[in-house]
């Protein structure tokens, strides 16, 4: 009977072993399908994309939005890690960029957090710089080329009675009255305001953008505004002089006296003559200019048109803009700038070719 009762009680333990085998293998499964759900990523994560989390989303609309775009694969986990996680209430809104495939746990913790892991980029545009010189900038910083920046801003330097600015899928007048008197044909140059701009790295030229005629909006103050009504031109108009001024001089004294000469000379309907014109029309930007460039056939070329440009051939600063608003009297025609940066002027062509060979030779 003894022996009986041990082989029964062997069979009922072998019984027990593969019992408790079998569960624990069930439960490892558990566990492994668990783990896999909630810390493993989705499988086909979107990296290197922008999620969006909007101001009021509730928790529910933000999961179905995650799982939606392949960022979680379960809504109900990633509500339960936002949970595990503390800040059930809390999600953030603000862009969110997963440079790596981040598992739902990770996710809810960014989220609750605000931490976008979009890079913050400090780009400043110096006084003067013009749209080839801002493109420049961006292509350093890595953020988009000159082709993408001058689908938004139209194309610099060119003439549109010859071609046609190509049609632009936001229209920045709707961000500022001052673009509203802008030529449809003619690109943002001269309202790129020169300032220091903080940008996400991911964020598009039109974007960017937006952010810049909102700043131009803020220091182009109301005072301004006030003083180019008065002068009874138009900001256009008041830009396009300010961008030369800024090329030409680098005093407030001497863009002021340059303003006058400049002015005086389009109203009795003499030729400008801007020497940076030409350097805009061409596209040299360093060394000296030959007799074909001031022939260069543009409608920026001072020497070969009468009037204004088109537009500005670069973006002034305030001190520019305000000569241009307060030019200064004087019975003088003519400058030029000596080999060692002093603004000589003259009252006549004669005066001014003996400066020539004075100041330049």
Known sequence: MESNDRGENRAELNTFRKKLYFIALISVAAIAVFLYFFLAPAGGFPSGKIFKVTEGESLSQIASNLRMDGYIRSRS???????????????????????????????????????????????????????????NLFEQARMFNQSALFAETGNPARDYNIYKNPSRPFDFSRLSQALKGKPENVSLEGYIFPDTYFVNQNEQPQEVLAKIIQNFNKKVSMDIRLKIKKSGQGMHEILTMASMLEEEATSTSDRKIISG?????????????????????????????????????????????????????????????????????????????????????????????????????
């Open 77 to 135: 986990l990633f509500k339960l890690a936002v949970v595990f996680d503390g800040h059930a209430e809390r999600l953030r809104s603000g862009e969110y960029y997963f440079d790596r495939p981040l598992n739902p746990f990770e996710i809810a913790r960014r989220l609750a957090r605000g931490i976008s892991g979009i890079q913050t980029i400090r780009i400043t545009i110096p006084e003067g710089f013009n749209l080839f010189q801002i493109a």
């Open 261 to 361: 000469i400049l002015w005086k000379r389009l109203k009795i309907g003499m030729a400008l003559q801007v020497d940076p014109t030409v350097r805009y029309a061409t596209g040299k930007f360093t060394g000296a200019l030959s007799v074909d460039d001031y022939k260069f056939d543009s409608l920026f070329n001072t020497y070969k048109y009468r009037g204004l440009p088109p537009g500005p051939i670069s973006n002034p600063g305030l001190d520019a803009i305000e000569a241009a608003l307060e030019p200064t009297s004087t019975s003088y025609f003519y400058y030029l700038s000596g080999k060692s940066g002093i603004i000589h002027y003259a009252k006549t062509f004669e005066e001014h070719k003996l400066n020539k060979g004075r100041y330049l030779k």
